[in-house]
Structures are given as structure tokens and as C-alpha cells.
């Protein structure tokens, strides 16, 4: 589903990421890893297509198309989906509206008719319930005023209503208590399926204890040094990340 | 003395009521004393009145069928009342008024009722300032006296509608609204100003005063939808008593020339204002906000944010004004203008002006123009909303904030429908990021 190979990209003229590879195939979760500043969170912005991460040598097929040659919200409708760490607020565009332009654009793209208001508010609601968000946020501006947890429970939000093929998760559990890690961890794992594959990049082993990964890499100085099974994990919390990173260099 | 101001009296109609008559002289004598502004007049830098005519035709009896004229009057669920081309018409208003209100024009007075708008009318807009004040009364020929009883809580919306219709030639309004809240009534108020006809050119010269006392609310909601040819210099002036509350929202599309001046007056402790505002100019259209929240007494409060959209080789003005009075202690005052220019031909002067002469205040402004926020622009379409439809939900976003504060639900939706298909048909008001 998605091949990332040599990767490189930068920011601001600084080099990030410095030949990322990554094989991750349909039904697959992996976890990605590392200490602060080793490019785990850039990684989700270039496949995103974030303007000002530019990369500089390599290749990404995503659905066996060249995801770096397409636009944003392109790469979007093929069904990638990124949850981000600090989602954006966008006051005066409320929330309901900008998830009814998402799912009718992807609508669009499989060739349907934009879908009624009605049925969609019904299935908007019933969402909010799965996520634990009153449905009173979406009447309201996107991510206006949320608390951190809010923010989180809203891309989860997002990402069930687009049912995505491959959902990147930034951090999603940073900032969340254990009662939200859950509602988080319930609606990725009602979403696992054979078709769709989760990226998850986090700081910590905790949230692999209530979504379990297939797959656990170390992402240190920009490449991916050491991968292996959710056992990785326990070592790293246990261990932390210098034995690696001392390793590596 | 200029063509426009020794013509403007001839196209004045010459129909007002006997009670007003020497009300018309004091303005006539101002109005012959005055000079017209020009740029080097620091209240009209940025705006100049070369769109005037030489001359105006007067106001034609406008008996036009809407339908015909290709208008639509939206309702609002509450009593409407109509003027085309500045003259009542019967047959689009209704005839029935809520209890607590009264609503006559000038022309139709009886003894008492022109008594009473004799006291109050002038009182609020003052007799030294406006130069267009001075025309206005010196043109008077009808106007609209809205009189809420003290007391009375009226719940639907009081709708008046100032249509220009057709004419062959150009013609000129003078508009005239006196409103007086009672002591703790409460009430909304629509003005809407609107066009049969783009093309038609027409000067309005439009004064409304509200005058709120003790503990009265109003919310009132100025709509000028005129667009293209149709000139408007417009005057609002509000003063407020004790504890008395005004919620006043200002749309304004752009036309050739657009200028439109609000006061504030706190007057009572306690008083709160909230004045927001939206303008929308594009082509080579121009607006111009001049505003002035003026706090004389302690323990007042205001809050104002103007938003604008501004295209093309349009322009738009901003001119906030906060003054504050040397007794005026404990006063809270807030003004916010945000600007986003959609092309680089497009121009806005803002300009907060702050005057404190009381020590004990808490005041902020700022003023800034900006275009979208590529962020924001990313994160929709990082969910797959085409950049071109996310840059019309941001920009409408923009504006839209400012239109969440208006209070009557049944405008909220007109104007959230009225301005959608216009973001939607118009990329002027479209902006992107650098």
C-alpha cells in the first residue's frame, strides 16, 4: 500500500529526514518510534504534502501512484488521512460544513453525488457518539476553543467519516488522559480492517498497549535504525532511546 | 460653493409637513454655510465625493412591482415596512404593528406625534458636526419615527426596507429614521437598503438616530445592499442611557462611493455597546467605516469588530475611534479591524484611534490586513477539499464570525445565504495565501 524509499526531505533548508525507508502493506499497523527531533513528526507532514517540507531525494508510491507528484488534497482522496498533533482552529468554518466538503469531495472523486444533508448530520452525530464529542462541535467553528482532547477526539472524528485507506496518526496520544487514550484506541481498532493500514507515530509505549502494532520501528537521525515486533517497544521503554542512538552512530 | 451643493436643495422635495418647516430652515442655513470636503479634510482623506453629480433629479413616487423589478424582500417574521425611492409604499408593507410600538412617518403625524419627534429629532446626530447631516434636514421631506413604548418587550424583528427603483434619470433620497426606545423596552430593527437596479444611479443621503433610555435593548442591524451606481452617505447615531444595551451589526457591499459614519454616545452608566460591521467591495467600489465609540461616563462598555473583504482595484476605509472621557473611569472598550485584500490591486487605509483622558480603563485595538492562513488553507485540504473551495471557506470564514454575532436568527440565515452564493459566484472576494 505504501512504499517510502531513500527518503529525503528538509525544513527550512535543514535536513530531516535522510533516507527513510518503510514498507507498510494493507491491514498492517506499525508504530514509528523515537526520541524528540528525529524527524518522526515530519514524516506525516511530507506525505501530507505540508508546504515547506520539501524533499530532496527519494520515492513514494501510495495505491501504486507517485504520491509526491500529486497535490494535497489529492493524496486525500486516494485515502490518505493525517491526524495531526496540533490540529488547526479554524473559527468561522464550522465544523459540520468542512467534514460535509471532505466526505463530498471524496464522494466526488469515486464519481457519487454529494451526500444529504440530512442522512449526513444523522451519521455525523452517531460518530460523535463513537468518539465520545457532544454533537454540539459541529455547529461550532473547526477546533475553536477544544481542549487538547477535544482536538484529538475531532480527527478521530474526521477519520471515521472518511474511512481513509491508510490513517497516519501524529501523536495522537500526547495530551490525552487515560479515559480519551481509550475512546481514541476504541475507534482505531473498530476501523482495523484487511483494506486499511494505520501508521502511528508516538514518543511513548503506552498507547501500543491499547492499540496493538504489527510492526514497531525506531526512527533516529532521520532514517529508521531498527525494526522488529511490539516487543521493541517494552525495550525501549524500558531501555530508553540512547543505547540506539548510540548504536547507530 | 459647488454645483452639487447649490442643486442638491432644488431636488429636495418641497412636501414636508408645516411642523417641520423651520426644523428645514436651521439645516437649509448650515447646509448654505458649509463647504464641501475634499481630501485635504483629515475625516475624508481617503474618500473623495467626485461620484457626486452636478445634480439630482428628485425622487420619483416609486410604485413599482417587485416582482417585476426583479427584487425579493426577504421576511424576517416580524412587521415590515417599505419605501421605494424614498416614498412609502402601502401595498409591500403590513398593516398591522405589534403592541408597544409605533411606527409613523413624518408626513402622517397627528398633533402629539409631531410634537414628539419635534423634541428628540436632531437631538442625538447634534446640529454642529455632519455636512450631510445639515442636507439631510434640509431636505426632510418624509422620515420614519419609531417610538417603543417604555416597558414594551417586542420579540420579532422590525423590518423597514429603503429600495431604490427605477428612473430615467439619476436621482437623490434623503432617508430619515428616528428611533426612541422607552425606559427597559426591548426591540430589533432591520434597515435594509437595497437596489431594483444596478445600474440605476442614485445618491442617498441616509441619518438614523437611535435614541435608547434607561435599561433599553435594541438590537439593530444596518444592511446596505445597494450595489454598482447607487451612492450612499449614511449617519448613524446612537446615544444610550443608563444601563441601555445596543447590538448593532453593518453590512456593506461596495459601490462607486459607499461612506457610512457611526457614533456611539454613552451617556448612562452602565451603558453597553456592541458594534460589528462587514464590507465587501470589489471592482473599483469603495467603503468607508468611520466610527467613533464615545465613553463620557464610568462604568461603560464597547465592544467593535469590523471585518472586510476588499477586491480588485477596490478600496475600503476603516476609521475606529475610541474616545474616552476624562469621568469616564472604569470604562472596558475593544476594537478589532481585520482586513484581507484578495488581490494586489486592492487597498484599505485602517486606522484605530484612541483618545483616553481617564486613568482607570481597560482598552485594546488592533488593526491588521492579512491574507488566509496557509495553514488553515493545508489542514482542508489534507481531508480533501479542493484548494479552490477551501480558499471560499476560509475567506467566507473570515466574514462569518462576525456574522455568528447577529442575534436574530431569521437575518442570520438570509445574510449566511445572501453571502454564500456570493462567495460562491464572486473569486473577487476569494483570497489565497501569498
Not at chain 1, 508510491?61 to 490518505?80: I, K, M, P
Not at chain 2, 454598482?228 to 449617519?235: D, T, V
Request: aromatic share 6%.
Amino acid at each position: 500500500m505504501l512504499e517510502i524509499e531513500n527518503l529525503h526531505a528538509s525544513v527550512d533548508g535543514t535536513d530531516i529526514l535522510k533516507g527513510l525507508n518503510l514498507s507498510v502493506k494493507a491491514g498492517e499497523v506499525h508504530a514509528i518510534m523515537g526520541p524528540n527531533g528525529s524527524g518522526k513528526s515530519t514524516l506525516g507532514h511530507v506525505l501530507a504534502g505540508r508546504p515547506g517540507y520539501t524533499v530532496t531525494a527519494g520515492s513514494v508510491n501510495f495505491l501504486g501512484q507517485d504520491l509526491l507528484a500529486l497535490e494535497t488534497e489529492e493524496r486525500a482522496r486516494l485515502g490518505l488521512f493525517l491526524a495531526f498533533q496540533y490540529p488547526v482552529e479554524i473559527p468561522g468554518v464550522s465544523n459540520m460544513e468542512f467534514m460535509k466538503a471532505a466526505v463530498d469531495a471524496q464522494r466526488e472523486q469515486r464519481g457519487e453525488k454529494p451526500v444529504d444533508a440530512v442522512t449526513f448530520m444523522k451519521s455525523a452525530r452517531e460518530t460523535c457518539k463513537a468518539v465520545d464529542l457532544d454533537p454540539g462541535f459541529l455547529k461550532r467553528g473547526v477546533n475553536e476553543g477544544f481542549s487538547g482532547g477535544e482536538k484529538k477526539r475531532n480527527e478521530l472524528l474526521q477519520m471515521m467519516m472518511l474511512q481513509p485507506r491508510l490513517g497516519i496518526l501524529d501523536e495522537t496520544d500526547s495530551g490525552l488522559d487515560i479515559d480519551a487514550l481509550q475512546v481514541v484506541a476504541r475507534g482505531v481498532n473498530s476501523m482495523r480492517s484487511p483494506e486499511r493500514a494505520f501508521v502511528m507515530v508516538t514518543h511513548y509505549q503506552r498507547l501500543l498497549d491499547f492499540i496493538e502494532p504489527d510492526f514497531v520501528h525506531v526512527l533516529a537521525g532521520g532514517r529508521i535504525v531498527r525494526s522488529g515486533d511490539k516487543s521493541l517497544a517494552l525495550e525501549l521503554e524500558a531501555r530508553g532511546y540512547a543505547w540506539l542512538e548510540d548504536e547507530v552512530a | 460653493m459647488s454645483d452639487f451643493m447649490r442643486q442638491s436643495l432644488d431636488s429636495a422635495a418641497t412636501s414636508a409637513p408645516p411642523w417641520l418647516q423651520d426644523y428645514l430652515r436651521a439645516g437649509r442655513a448650515r447646509w448654505e454655510s458649509a463647504s464641501l470636503p475634499t481630501r485635504k479634510t483629515e475625516q475624508w482623506k481617503y474618500t473623495g465625493l467626485q461620484a457626486l453629480q452636478p445634480s439630482y433629479a428628485p425622487a420619483a413616487d416609486g410604485a413599482i412591482v417587485l416582482a417585476d423589478a426583479g427584487v425579493e424582500l426577504p421576511r424576517f417574521g416580524g412587521y415590515r415596512m417599505v419605501f421605494v425611492n424614498g416614498h412609502y409604499s402601502p401595498e409591500h408593507s403590513d398593516a398591522q404593528l405589534p403592541v408597544g410600538v409605533s411606527l409613523v412617518r413624518f408626513a402622517n403625524a397627528d398633533t402629539s406625534q409631531a410634537a414628539r419627534i419635534r423634541s428628540y429629532l436632531g437631538t442625538v446626530v447634534g446640529q454642529d458636526q455632519a455636512l450631510f447631516t445639515a442636507l439631510n434636514d434640509a431636505a426632510l421631506a418624509d422620515g420614519v419615527f419609531l417610538d417603543i413604548a417604555p416597558g414594551a418587550v417586542i420579540e420579532q424583528p422590525l423590518h423597514v426596507v429603503w429600495l431604490s427603483g427605477n428612473q430615467a434619470e439619476a436621482f437623490s433620497i434623503n432617508q430619515r429614521l428616528l428611533v426612541l426606545c422607552g425606559e427597559s423596552s426591548s426591540a430589533s430593527l432591520i434597515e435594509h437598503f437595497t437596489g431594483a437596479r444596478s445600474e440605476q444611479q442614485s445618491f442617498t443621503n441616509g441619518v438614523t438616530e437611535l435614541l435608547l433610555e434607561a435599561g433599553a435593548t435594541l438590537c439593530h442591524y444596518r444592511l446596505q445592499l445597494e450595489e454598482a451606481e447607487a451612492l450612499h452617505i449614511g449617519r448613524v447615531h446612537a446615544r444610550l442611557g443608563a444601563d441601555a444595551t445596543l447590538n448593532s451589526f453593518h453590512l456593506a457591499l461596495g459601490s462607486v462611493l459607499k461612506r457610512v459614519d457611526v457614533v456611539v454616545d454613552h451617556s448612562g452608566q452602565g451603558a453597553h455597546c456592541e458594534l460589528n460591521g462587514v464590507y465587501l467591495p470589489r471592482g473599483e467600489e469603495h467603503v468607508d467605516y468611520h466610527t467613533c465609540i464615545e465613553h463620557r461616563v464610568p462604568h461603560c462598555t464597547s465592544s467593535e469588530v469590523f471585518r472586510g473583504i476588499i477586491g480588485d482595484a477596490a478600496t475600503a476605509v476603516f476609521n475606529g475611534r475610541i474616545h474616552i472621557h476624562r469621568d469616564a473611569q472604569k470604562t472596558k472598550a475593544e476594537l478589532s479591524n481585520r482586513n484581507l485584500l484578495t488581490s494586489t490591486r486592492a487597498e484599505v487605509n485602517t486606522k484605530p484611534e484612541l483618545e483616553i483622558y481617564a486613568d482607570d480603563v481597560q482598552c485594546a485595538h488592533g488593526a491588521t490586513v492579512a491574507q488566509l492562513d496557509e495553514m488553515s488553507l493545508h489542514y482542508l485540504r489534507t481531508r480533501g477539499v479542493a484548494r479552490a473551495e477551501a480558499q471560499v471557506m476560509l475567506s467566507f470564514g473570515f466574514i462569518n464570525e462576525v456574522i455568528d454575532t447577529v442575534r436574530c436568527e431569521a437575518l442570520r440565515d438570509y445574510l449566511r445565504v445572501l453571502l454564500t452564493r456570493r462567495f460562491a459566484r464572486d473569486p473577487a472576494l476569494v483570497g489565497s495565501v501569498s
